[in-house]
């Protein structure tokens, strides 16, 4: 298995992504610890995870606290021993889909505080006891927003490509300490809409551009080369893959999991 006796900690577990990941990540042998801001949402991702067989435990922690994150960092390391892997899939809603002229500062800026505030703190977190037994993944999740034009895209293009450019930054800092930094970058998952905020978020923008929404998602697969889009198992098994000793020479990378919409 790709992470058997593996410690990983999903921050969003209850997330779409981190779910999925968390699942995958069971299979493949990792002992998890799953948190996020909602326990009934952790424990259905928990039960999904405890059917393939993991060793599992879940915490409510507040992820754009520094304390809470410290806190539950040192905890999982007390009790496992180690932290392997850690995972940011913290998602929430923010504004896409106007102009600069429509957008508040305040909008702007809360997916740029919130996603880079979050990442910053779950990485700082993990590395300081990654450093200390000189191994371990940070794995990240970004947005094809980070390279793609047009309106309505600036607060999620700012945090996006902020977010790529801190996982290359960080693992050439962390590089010589055996630390390896991979940040995923998926499209719209076409099977999260349904449990997922970017269902409500991505309707406001279809709502905005005045088409339902099958209409604007059928507009999304159209740029994909595979003509569809992600889903969900996909990132997760790329997740493991990532996160695993087969992936031992691959930090500082963006992996591309656009299906195609974007072509590197």
């Known amino acids: 298995m790709l992470l058997q006796n593996k410690v990983a900690v999903i921050y969003g577990g209850g997330g779409s992504i981190g779910s999925a990941a968390a699942r995958v990540f069971a299979r493949e042998g990792a002992r998890l610890f799953l948190a996020g801001r909602t326990?009934?949402?952790?424990?259905?991702?928990?039960?999904?995870?405890?059917?393939e067989g993991a060793e599992l435990s879940t915490a409510v922690v507040d992820a754009s606290d520094p304390a809470a994150v410290e806190r539950h960092a040192?905890?999982?390391?007390?009790?496992?021993?180690?932290?392997?892997?850690?995972?940011?899939?913290?998602?929430?809603?923010?504004?896409?889909?106007?102009?600069?002229?429509?957008?508040?500062?305040?909008?702007?800026?809360?997916?740029?505080?919130?996603?880079?505030?979050?990442?910053?703190?779950?990485?700082?977190?993990?590395?300081?006891?990654?450093?200390?037994?000189?191994?371990?993944?940070?794995?990240?999740?970004?947005t094809p927003g980070a390279r793609l034009t047009g309106r309505g895209l600036i607060g999620n293009a700012a945090q996006s490509a902020g977010l790529e450019g801190f996982s290359r930054a960080l693992a050439g800092e962390l590089g010589p300490d055996g630390i390896r930094v991979v940040c995923?970058?998926?499209?719209?998952?076409?099977?999260?809409?349904?449990?997922?905020?970017?269902?409500?978020?991505?309707?406001?923008?279809?709502?905005?551009?005045?088409?339902?929404?099958?209409?604007?998602?059928?507009?999304?697969?159209?740029?994909?080369?595979?003509?569809?889009?992600?889903?969900?198992?996909?990132?997760?098994?790329?997740?493991?893959?990532?996160?695993?000793?087969?992936?031992?020479?691959m930090t500082g990378a963006i992996a591309n999991l656009t299906a195609g919409a974007l072509v590197d």
Do not use: C
């Open 74 to 142: 040192d905890q999982v390391a007390e009790a496992a021993g180690r932290i392997d892997i850690t995972l940011n899939a913290v998602g929430f809603d923010h504004v896409q889909g106007l102009s600069i002229a429509e957008t508040s500062v305040d909008d702007y800026l809360h997916p740029i505080d919130g996603y880079l505030r979050t990442n910053f703190l779950t990485a700082k977190a993990a590395a300081r006891h990654m450093v200390a037994q000189r191994a371990g993944v940070i794995l990240t999740i970004s």
């Open 39 to 51: 326990m009934s949402r952790l424990e259905e991702a928990a039960a999904a995870a405890r059917a």
């Open 184 to 249: 995923v970058r998926p499209h719209a998952i076409s099977d999260a809409l349904a449990t997922s905020y970017t269902n409500a978020m991505f309707g406001r923008i279809a709502d905005a551009s005045g088409i339902g929404m099958d209409e604007w998602i059928q507009g999304l697969t159209g740029t994909t080369a595979l003509g569809r889009l992600p889903m969900l198992a996909e990132v997760g098994e790329y997740l493991a893959f990532a996160a695993s000793d087969r992936a031992s020479s």
